[in-house]
């Protein structure tokens, strides 16, 4: 059995969640986030179509059982209701100001940064804005070896329906600046993984974000478009979540991550009513055994990382592949 590992977290979830009008997909990744411990990130998009209160209660049918360890992140569908004022009327102060949309909290030893990425409700996502501003204040404030930010809409994207949205820059100038580590979003409905870059888009193994897109759910799946430079994996096979083990950061330069043996790596974890298709792949794709071929198939995704060494260190299919 592998050894417990101190200050170690989990941060799962996905964004473009609960459809009234179907709810098949947001119900299997509910069935997926039973199975797995830790805090809840819920990436934007959560109540389709308007955010109203009568689409926050089809979110609460499926994600709803995970609110108390869910820590959102607001989404453009959110604010089809003015103010997004159901989105905060339901998770309550789990989401933060409501006149903001953005905060931040403490996971293990990492520090967890959710911004809200519609700039105009927000008051701006530029470095001027009350938004840039504290997010460059909140990472002076907390300067942890490890930096996680969530939020809705992405810098960069294949997906063929938004794709790349430049007026996150600034957000990711700050916290590029700021050393950051793993940014996540959703707003296309795929999967998507990026090696680490700079907010300009050039590759950067060293100090570089790594961007993951998780729109995947269970609204619908949509296609990719042009594949963007540094574009590692991108998948519209299913549904799923992302789950990310965060260990404790060792500051000397080694992570606690590298330094373990890979045989004491934890194998995924899996819900019991699934069953792995892909014994070593890092995106596992699951299916129920017993469900029609023609029946939606959901991914687990698991990242094990250990900071400062994450853009280099990582178990996929047996070999190196960050």
């Not at 200050?7 to 509910?30: P, Y």
């Not at 204040?137 to 809705?152: G, I, Q, V």
Request: glycine share 10%; charged share 20%.
């Amino acid at each position: 059995m592998p050894g417990k590992t101190e200050n170690t977290a989990v941060l799962v979830g996905a964004g473009d969640i609960a459809d009234c009008r179907d709810l098949s997909g947001a119900e299997a990744t509910a069935d997926l986030l039973d199975k797995i411990p830790g805090t809840v990130m819920a990436v934007g998009d959560l109540a389709y179509p308007d955010g109203t209160a009568a689409n926050f209660e089809c979110y609460d049918k499926t994600w709803g059982r995970l609110k108390n360890r869910t820590r959102p992140a607001v989404g453009n569908h959110e604010f089809h209701s003015s103010g997004a004022t159901y989105y905060f009327q339901y998770f309550g102060q789990a989401a933060g100001d409501p006149g903001k949309g953005y905060y931040s909290y403490e996971l293990g030893t990492w520090h967890i940064v959710v911004l809200n990425s519609e700039c105009v409700a927000a008051g701006g996502c530029d470095a001027a804005s009350a938004q840039g501003q504290w997010l460059r204040e909140d990472l002076a404030a907390h300067p942890a070896a490890c930096t996680l930010a969530y939020f809705h809409k992405p810098l960069f994207s294949s997906g063929g329906t938004h794709g790349n949205d430049l007026l996150m820059k600034p957000l990711w100038d700050a916290l590029y600046e700021a050393n950051a580590d793993v940014i996540v979003n959703g707003h296309d409905h795929d999967y998507e993984r990026f090696a680490p870059q700079t907010p300009d888009g050039t590759a950067d193994s060293s100090r570089g974000i790594r961007e993951f897109v998780v729109g995947t759910g269970g609204k619908n799946l949509r296609p990719f478009g042009i594949v963007r430079a540094n574009s590692q994996v991108h998948s519209l096979e299913a549904f799923g979540v992302l789950q990310l083990t965060l260990l404790q950061a060792d500051t000397s330069g080694n992570s606690s991550r590298k330094q373990a043996n890979r045989s004491q790596i934890p194998a995924p974890v899996l819900a019991t009513r699934f069953r792995r298709l892909s014994p070593h792949a890092r995106e596992s794709l699951l299916s129920r055994p017993d469900s029609p071929r023609k029946q939606p198939r959901f991914l687990a995704f698991r990242l094990l990382s250990g900071c400062p060494s994450l853009g280099n260190d990582c178990q996929d299919a047996g070999k190196d592949c960050m």
